[in-house]
């Protein structure tokens, strides 16, 4: 069984940065695609980034895109997500999930970590 868990999360000022951590429990971390979602209050959940199991290839959202990075330590069985240049749009709870790769699904999900960015 697949655990994730994201730590990192925090409250900054506009225009400052956050690195937000997931690790996996599990043996299968490396063979899969993870990603980054997230979720503001009143909003649907969205897609932040994602990438592939060998670290080869990262996709992004418009929103994040010149201002996060994503990144994955398979030896270290965690993912991260870089975050800079924060916006007051960027706040939302932040969820790590672990997916097959090449069918854009996710099947395991982190309880999730509060980012708020201050105006």
């Known amino acids: 069984q697949v655990q994730l868990v994201e730590s990192g999360g925090g409250l900054v000022q506009t225009g400052g940065s956050l690195r937000l951590s997931c690790a996996a429990s599990g043996p299968t971390f490396s063979g899969y695609v993870m990603g980054w979602f997230r979720q503001a209050p009143g909003k649907e959940r969205e897609f932040v980034a994602a990438?592939?199991?060998?670290?080869?290839?990262?996709y992004y959202a418009d929103p994040g895109k010149g201002r996060f990075t994503i990144s994955r330590d398979n030896a270290k069985n965690t993912v991260y997500l870089q975050m800079n240049s924060l916006k007051p749009e960027d706040t939302a709870v932040y969820y790590c999930?672990?997916?097959?790769?090449?069918?854009?699904?996710?099947?395991?999900w982190g309880q999730g970590t509060q980012v708020t960015v201050s105006s």
């Open positions: 990438v592939t199991s060998s670290g080869g290839s990262s």
């Open positions: 999930a672990l997916g097959q790769e090449g069918t854009g699904s996710y099947g395991y």
